[in-house]
């Protein structure tokens, strides 16, 4: 209770705020802390902010049995466009998703001050609508609404689902219970190219439902990229068509608690209609307990002085085995996931079981890499890379790879995510100046929680704040919020991971130069109200309530 | 005072050794004392009954008894209908066939724990069959009370997050819902005689508010799972809602000698203050039944006092002097004056205790806050005052599950007294506060930890010592409380047979 005074002193006028908004229903005048008197569009939150917006206090009305998305005439996109077709079935609901049928159609609707229609018009020739988000897709958009039809321009259909969540987040309800939306015209790109969510499905096991609902909500917060780091050392629920068994032995249960093929077509598909990236992360040599289980000779066996102690290390780097069962499965996985690019992990090996095994320092004897183990890591991740390359994917690795001094292609994207802030971006410049590409995590590991505002930490942090060249800061293609799994299953994941990997969302996209934290609050606030209506269980942010409160407990 | 519980299992026909005990003996809290045997019986769902055994007190008709049979039949059989009936090859021959409740006291609480015991001992085999070992259970609680508080008022909890809570304090044996109704940011209870202090004072006045009609379920809820509701309405401070909805309540403040339009706590020195919360507090003990009442008193701010000419007039004529302590304390003493009347025990925060140092009242003292709480608790034992402990058990500070050992580890009773201090200490409660939490995230941040908390206050403190031994049989009831539906977070990695379905 003494914390929570403190807070409330310092929240006092974002409170004020909050309590003046409640009084909305009272008789439509609303003034916010300073005495103003605040206009419905006031409460309007887009989140991420938009690069440019132009609103006015012009309103039009929506109404839910008129309204209609179309295509709009010249568009390379039309109703066979399964992505835009499926976008407005979802865009529709969430906008007129609590409105019953309206009866009443007269009800304070002036002649003309109706939005009827809102044309979406794909400009390039070639729309992408059957294909993949990629690391390079246009997301940019411009939208203007104005009556009787607002338009939405988009070179791609990448960009025109950011638009489309744009204008679900314009839409507002009125004393009235009407949906309003203002003049506006937005312009709108995303600051980053990567902006990704990490789920740990191997540490606990995560059902579909739990991972469709947060592509859901990535979407709501215009991320692009699902980072499924789906095994690890506690399990491996990836059903693999050529290594059956490593599912069927190494996963906590081999029928329940696994990702069938047919799982993991879903979620790419589901990811792929909200323009989301699948990026796979099979990591290797180490975290990798659960594959030895379903794959025999896989791991390297401990010693205990001179005999097997009956535990195993890392993947074994010395046998050719090893190699022939990473071709195998990476030619596999980069068939599965259609994504340009896969995930290698590398993190974390521990060398004490290589130390321990005699062949293996016979090996390190042989090679000469004395008694540097790095390299025998080294070693073996660059065998890996080389099979990867031959399946023509792309590569991201954790950050070791790239410090450990592993020779990689110049597309390599090397994923930052030890030390505090000092380290970090001593890091990122030293990946950039090497000329690598990279993205961020270390400030964004939603897994640790603390007491209180902490979202206003992930907010704060900035992948280009770093001593670099314009040209080193060019190189960093974003970062991704990461929600590891040793203390989050379905129980508690969706909650601890919104409102605050919003926060990071809005670093992602939104123009640098968009940091006013208590703006951002005042918004946030009211985007995570949004999530909850749109069946989220994203936690509050700090007291205060929502109209519609979560109700699926 | 009879306030044990038996539970035998009454086999009839030959028992039929199994090899093997069992991987896990759950029963969470620790039962006082616990014999098992590795024989087995199955449980069918067809021919399993409860009954009410010829040497008890109570007959059918006993509703709070009659609803829980009918609870604890699905929590037992969640696939009601399944269950093993001899032919699953498995060589069960003997088949409990029911399970008769006895009763020993009048405590219908006590019985409910039993059932619960009962509904934890019930395993289910490879093939899906429901057996249950042989096993003798003697039980009671360490501390009589054993609280949860819940605050409504930073945010609005949906009646459902409530009853969901409930029923899981019901499986961890929690005896006493602390309902922290009202508090600065909301005034959700609609009262009958004041309806504007929801009205005003709520965040919304229909859809942010607790009816009657909600309180009463609430209660009725809470009766069948053996759970007492304790009402706080939190005064003098904590109250900024109630003024929207009562005016002059609340002290105006003063920037010099103008009043600047801002509120402090309750207005101390006024008749109509006492007026209205002698109404309220009456009409508050008609709708809540317990004997004890929650009164709060907790972090009053003197500032605004300070600044109010009218009260530093009152001060003066108390011959108070500047000790804003004694205002308070004379404050608290009629509120007091006013819940005895009433016939009910008052509960109030530690605050009060530590301002008013004579002629204190016959109060129950929660103590709360941090530091050395168990030096605090001593003081207030040895004034010869009952106390509940919350201090070490704010689980709205989040911290990864992991630590539940620090909600485990608590040892209430380890501070140096007498043996009637020790018995004054009547208990414990977690608390979640509401300022980071509603019902989005409201469940995984009660359980399991609370269950930590809640062998710590029925079990015996020596047999539950070790955090090791507990590990596996908390991950095995959190498993368990997910099976029942309760959004219970995982302790560490690991899976359960069924998990968590929701979102």
């Not at chain 2, 509940?388 to 704010?394: F, H, V």
């Given at each position: 209770?003494?914390?929570?005074?403190?807070?409330?002193?310092?929240?006092?006028?974002?409170l004020?705020?909050?309590?003046?908004?409640?009084v909305?229903?009272?008789?439509?005048?609303?003034?916010?802390?300073?005495?103003?008197?605040?206009?419905?569009?006031?409460?309007?939150?887009?989140?991420?902010?938009?690069?440019?917006?132009?609103?006015?206090?012009?309103?039009?009305q929506?109404?839910?049995?008129r309204?209609?998305?179309?295509?709009?005439?010249?568009?390379s996109?039309?109703?066979?466009?399964?992505?835009?077709?499926?976008?407005?079935?979802?865009?529709?609901?969430?906008?007129?998703?609590?409105?019953?049928?309206?009866?009443?159609?007269?009800?304070?609707?002036?002649?003309?001050?109706?939005?009827?229609?809102?044309?979406?018009a794909?400009?390039?020739?070639?729309?992408?609508?059957?294909?993949?988000?990629?690391?390079?897709?246009?997301?940019?958009?411009?939208?203007?609404?104005?009556?009787?039809?607002?338009?939405?321009?988009?070179?791609?259909?990448w960009?025109?689902?950011?638009?489309?969540?744009?204008?679900?987040?314009?839409?507002?309800?009125?004393?009235?219970?009407?949906?309003?939306?203002?003049?506006?015209?937005?312009?709108?790109?995303?600051?980053?190219?990567?902006?990704?969510?990490?789920?740990?499905?191997?540490?606990?096991?995560?059902?579909?439902?739990?991972?469709?609902?947060?592509?859901?909500?990535?979407?709501?917060?215009?991320?692009?990229?699902?980072?499924?780091?789906?095994?690890?050392?506690?399990?491996?629920?990836?059903?693999?068509r050529?290594?059956?068994?490593?599912?069927?032995?190494?996963?906590?249960?081999?029928?329940?608690?696994?990702?069938?093929?047919?799982?993991?077509?879903?979620?790419?598909?589901?990811?792929?209609?909200?323009?989301?990236?699948?990026?796979?992360?099979?990591?290797?040599?180490?975290?990798?307990?659960?594959?030895?289980?379903?794959?025999?000779?896989?791991?390297?066996?401990?010693?205990?002085?001179?005999?097997?102690?009956?535990?195993?290390?890392?993947?074994?780097?010395?046998?050719?085995?090893?190699?022939?069962?990473?071709?195998?499965?990476?030619?596999?996985?980069?068939?599965?996931?259609?994504?340009?690019?896969?995930?290698?992990?590398?993190?974390?090996?521990?060398?004490?079981?290589?130390?321990?095994?005699?062949?293996?320092?016979?090996?390190?004897?042989?090679?000469?890499?004395?008694?540097?183990y790095?390299?025998?890591?080294?070693?073996?991740?660059?065998?890996?890379l080389?099979?990867?390359?031959?399946?023509?994917?792309?590569?991201?690795?954790?950050?070791?790879?790239?410090?450990?001094?592993?020779?990689?292609?110049?597309?390599?994207?090397?994923?930052?995510?030890?030390?505090?802030?000092?380290?970090?971006?001593?890091?990122?410049?030293?990946?950039?100046?090497a000329?690598?590409?990279?993205?961020?995590?270390?400030?964004?590991?939603?897994?640790?929680?603390?007491?209180?505002?902490?979202?206003?930490?992930?907010?704060?942090?900035?992948?280009?704040?770093?001593?670099?060249?314009?040209?080193?800061?060019?190189?960093?293609?974003?970062?991704?919020?990461?929600?590891?799994?040793?203390?989050?299953?379905?129980?508690?994941?969706?909650?601890?991971?919104?409102?605050?990997?919003?926060?990071?969302?809005?670093r992602?996209?939104?123009?640098?130069?968009?940091?006013?934290?208590?703006?951002?609050?005042?918004?946030?606030?009211?985007?995570?109200?949004?999530?909850?209506?749109?069946?989220?269980?994203?936690?509050?942010?700090?007291?205060?309530?929502?109209?519609?409160?979560?109700?699926?407990? | 005072?009879?306030?044990?519980?038996?539970?035998?299992?009454?086999?009839?026909?030959?028992?039929?050794?199994?090899?093997?005990?069992?991987?896990?003996?759950?029963?969470?809290?620790?039962?006082?004392?616990?014999?098992?045997?590795?024989?087995?019986?199955?449980?069918?769902?067809?021919?399993f009954?409860?009954?009410?055994?010829?040497?008890?007190?109570?007959?059918?008709?006993?509703?709070?008894?009659?609803?829980?049979?009918?609870?604890?039949?699905?929590?037992?059989?969640?696939?009601?209908?399944?269950?093993?009936?001899?032919?699953?090859?498995?060589?069960?021959?003997?088949?409990?066939?029911?399970?008769?409740?006895?009763?020993?006291?009048?405590?219908?609480?006590?019985?409910?724990?039993?059932?619960?015991?009962?509904?934890?001992?019930?395993?289910?085999?490879?093939?899906?069959?429901?057996?249950?070992?042989?096993?003798?259970?003697?039980?009671?609680?360490?501390?009589?009370?054993?609280?949860?508080?819940?605050?409504?008022s930073?945010?609005?909890l949906?009646?459902?997050?409530?009853?969901?809570?409930?029923?899981?304090?019901?499986?961890?044996?929690?005896?006493?819902f602390?309902?922290?109704?009202?508090?600065?940011?909301?005034?959700?209870?609609?009262?009958?005689?004041?309806?504007?202090?929801?009205?005003?004072?709520?965040?919304?006045?229909?859809?942010?508010?607790?009816?009657?009609?909600?309180?009463?379920?609430?209660?009725?809820?809470?009766?069948?799972?053996?759970?007492?509701?304790?009402?706080?309405?939190?005064?003098?401070?904590?109250?900024?809602?109630?003024?929207?909805?009562?005016?002059?309540?609340?002290?105006?403040?003063?920037?010099?000698?103008?009043?600047?339009?801002?509120?402090?706590?309750?207005?101390?020195?006024?008749?109509?203050?006492?007026?209205?919360?002698?109404?309220?507090?009456?009409?508050?003990?008609?709708?809540?039944?317990?004997?004890?009442?929650?009164?709060?008193?907790?972090?009053?701010?003197?500032?605004?006092?300070?600044s109010?000419?009218?009260?530093?007039a009152?001060?003066?004529?108390?011959?108070?002097?500047?000790?804003?302590?004694?205002?308070e304390?004379?404050?608290?003493?009629?509120?007091?004056?006013?819940?005895?009347?009433?016939?009910?025990?008052?509960?109030?925060?530690?605050?009060?205790?530590?301002?008013?140092?004579?002629?204190?009242?016959?109060?129950?003292?929660?103590?709360?806050?941090?530091?050395?709480?168990?030096?605090?608790?001593?003081?207030?034992?040895?004034?010869?005052?009952?106390v509940?402990?919350?201090?070490?058990?704010?689980l709205?500070?989040?911290?990864?599950?992991?630590?539940?050992?620090?909600?485990?580890?608590?040892?209430?009773?380890?501070?140096?007294?007498?043996?009637?201090?020790?018995?004054?200490?009547?208990?414990?409660?977690?608390?979640?506060?509401?300022?980071?939490?509603?019902?989005?995230?409201?469940?995984?941040r009660?359980?399991?930890?609370?269950?930590?908390?809640?062998?710590?206050?029925?079990?015996?403190?020596?047999?539950?010592?070790?955090?090791?031994?507990?590990?596996?049989r908390?991950?095995?009831?959190?498993?368990?409380?997910?099976?029942?539906?309760?959004?219970?977070?995982?302790?560490?990695?690991?899976?359960?047979?069924?998990?968590?379905?929701?979102?």
């Open positions: 209770m003494l914390l929570s005074i403190q807070l409330q002193r310092e929240f006092g006028a974002l004020l705020a909050a309590v003046a908004a409640c909305a229903w009272e008789d439509g005048d609303v003034w916010d802390y300073d005495g103003h008197k605040l206009k419905d569009s006031d409460f309007l939150a887009l989140w991420p902010l938009p690069q440019k917006v132009q609103s006015s206090a012009v309103s039009f929506l109404s839910a049995s309204f209609q998305f179309t295509h709009a005439e010249g568009s996109a039309g109703s066979d466009c399964s992505i835009l077709q499926n976008a407005f079935r979802r865009y529709f609901d969430y906008i007129f998703g609590f409105t019953k049928k309206d009866r009443d159609q007269r009800r304070r609707n002036a002649a003309g001050s109706e939005v009827l229609e809102l044309q979406v794909i400009t390039s020739p070639d729309a992408e609508c059957d294909g993949f988000p990629s690391l390079t897709s246009d997301e940019s958009y411009e939208l203007s609404v104005d009556q009787p039809s607002a338009v939405l321009k988009a070179p791609k259909v960009g025109a689902l950011r638009g489309l969540e744009t204008f679900s987040q314009l839409v507002y309800e009125d004393a009235y219970g009407a949906r309003n939306i203002n003049k506006t015209g937005v312009s709108d790109f995303p600051r980053f190219a990567h902006r990704g969510v990490l789920l740990d499905s191997s540490r606990h096991y995560l059902p579909l439902k739990v991972i469709l609902a947060n592509l859901e909500a990535m979407a709501m917060n215009k991320y692009n990229v699902f980072h499924w780091h789906i095994s690890d050392d506690q399990s491996f629920p990836y059903v693999s050529m290594f059956p068994d490593l599912s069927q032995k190494g996963s906590y249960h081999p029928y329940t608690h696994v990702y069938t093929p047919a799982d993991v077509k879903m979620v790419i598909e589901f990811a792929r209609m909200r323009g989301i990236r699948v990026i796979a992360e099979f990591d290797t040599p180490g975290h990798t307990q659960s594959w030895g289980f379903g794959q025999k000779d896989l791991l390297t066996p401990c010693y205990t002085g001179s005999s097997p102690s009956g535990t195993y290390g890392p993947v074994n780097p010395i046998l050719n085995t090893t190699y022939d069962f990473m071709a195998g499965f990476f030619k596999e996985i980069s068939t599965v996931f259609p994504d340009a690019y896969v995930h290698l992990g590398g993190d974390e090996v521990d060398f004490s079981c290589w130390k321990s095994n005699p062949d293996i320092q016979k090996f390190m004897d042989q090679q000469g890499f004395g008694k540097d790095s390299k025998l890591e080294s070693f073996y991740i660059q065998r890996l080389d099979i990867v390359s031959s399946t023509d994917k792309g590569y991201m690795v954790w950050q070791e790879v790239f410090d450990n001094g592993v020779k990689l292609k110049m597309d390599t994207l090397i994923h930052v995510w030890k030390g505090n802030e000092a380290q970090y971006q001593a890091e990122m410049a030293r990946v950039t100046g000329g690598y590409r990279t993205l961020l995590s270390t400030p964004w590991y939603l897994n640790r929680i603390s007491y209180g505002q902490d979202w206003r930490d992930a907010y704060k942090a900035d992948p280009c704040n770093f001593t670099g060249t314009d040209a080193q800061k060019k190189l960093v293609i974003g970062g991704e919020a990461c929600l590891w799994g040793e203390y989050v299953d379905a129980s508690n994941l969706t909650p601890r991971l919104w409102p605050r990997a919003s926060a990071v969302a809005e992602l996209w939104s123009d640098q130069g968009v940091r006013d934290i208590s703006d951002a609050y005042v918004r946030l606030v009211q985007h995570r109200c949004r999530m909850v209506e749109r069946g989220i269980p994203a936690e509050p942010l700090f007291t205060g309530y929502c109209r519609h409160e979560y109700s699926g407990v | 005072m009879s306030s044990r519980c038996n539970l035998r299992f009454l086999i009839p026909g030959l028992a039929l050794l199994l090899g093997g005990v069992p991987s896990v003996l759950a029963v969470w809290p620790q039962p006082q004392q616990i014999r098992n045997s590795a024989e087995r019986y199955s449980l069918s769902a067809r021919a009954l409860f009954k009410h055994a010829d040497v008890s007190a109570v007959r059918s008709g006993c509703d709070v008894l009659d609803q829980a049979f009918t609870r604890y039949f699905t929590l037992i059989f969640p696939e009601s209908g399944g269950g093993g009936t001899g032919d699953t090859g498995a060589a069960l021959i003997n088949t409990l066939l029911h399970c008769c409740v006895y009763m020993h006291s009048w405590n219908l609480i006590l019985n409910i724990s039993g059932l619960e015991s009962l509904s934890q001992l019930v395993e289910q085999d490879d093939y899906g069959a429901y057996y249950i070992n042989k096993t003798e259970i003697e039980d009671f609680p360490r501390f009589q009370f054993r609280g949860l508080l819940l605050d409504t930073r945010h609005y949906p009646l459902q997050a409530i009853l969901k809570t409930l029923d899981a304090m019901a499986y961890s044996k929690l005896n006493v602390h309902w922290h109704i009202v508090d600065d940011p909301s005034f959700p209870y609609q009262s009958r005689k004041y309806p504007d202090l929801s009205k005003k004072g709520a965040y919304h006045p229909f859809t942010h508010i607790y009816t009657q009609t909600d309180v009463r379920r609430v209660i009725e809820h809470a009766r069948l799972r053996g759970i007492r509701v304790l009402a706080e309405f939190d005064s003098p401070g904590h109250t900024q809602s109630w003024g929207n909805g009562q005016p002059s309540l609340l002290t105006p403040c003063y920037r010099g000698d103008v009043p600047s339009g801002t509120y402090g706590p309750v207005n101390p020195i006024l008749d109509s203050t006492y007026v209205f919360m002698a109404n309220l507090l009456k009409e508050v003990t008609s709708v809540f039944p317990d004997s004890y009442i929650h009164l709060g008193g907790d972090e009053v701010d003197f500032s605004c006092w300070k109010n000419p009218d009260i530093k009152f001060m003066k004529k108390m011959g108070f002097g500047s000790d804003f302590t004694k205002l304390s004379f404050y608290m003493q009629n509120i007091v004056n006013i819940s005895t009347m009433l016939n009910r025990s008052s509960v109030v925060w530690q605050d009060v205790f530590d301002y008013h140092e004579i002629n204190r009242p016959r109060y129950v003292v929660e103590v709360w806050k941090w530091g050395c709480y168990l030096c605090e608790v001593r003081r207030v034992t040895k004034a010869g005052l009952k509940i402990l919350a201090s070490p058990w704010y709205d500070l989040p911290g990864p599950t992991h630590d539940w050992a620090r909600y485990y580890n608590v040892r209430p009773l380890a501070f140096k007294g007498t043996e009637e201090q020790k018995k004054l200490v009547i208990g414990g409660e977690v608390c979640m506060w509401g300022e980071y939490v509603d019902a989005t995230n409201l469940s995984p009660l359980w399991p930890r609370a269950c930590a908390a809640a062998e710590r206050l029925w079990s015996d403190e020596v047999q539950t010592s070790s955090v090791d031994q507990a590990f596996p908390l991950t095995d009831f959190r498993c368990r409380l997910l099976r029942r539906g309760i959004q219970a977070e995982p302790l560490y990695v690991g899976h359960c047979k069924n998990e968590y379905q929701g979102i």
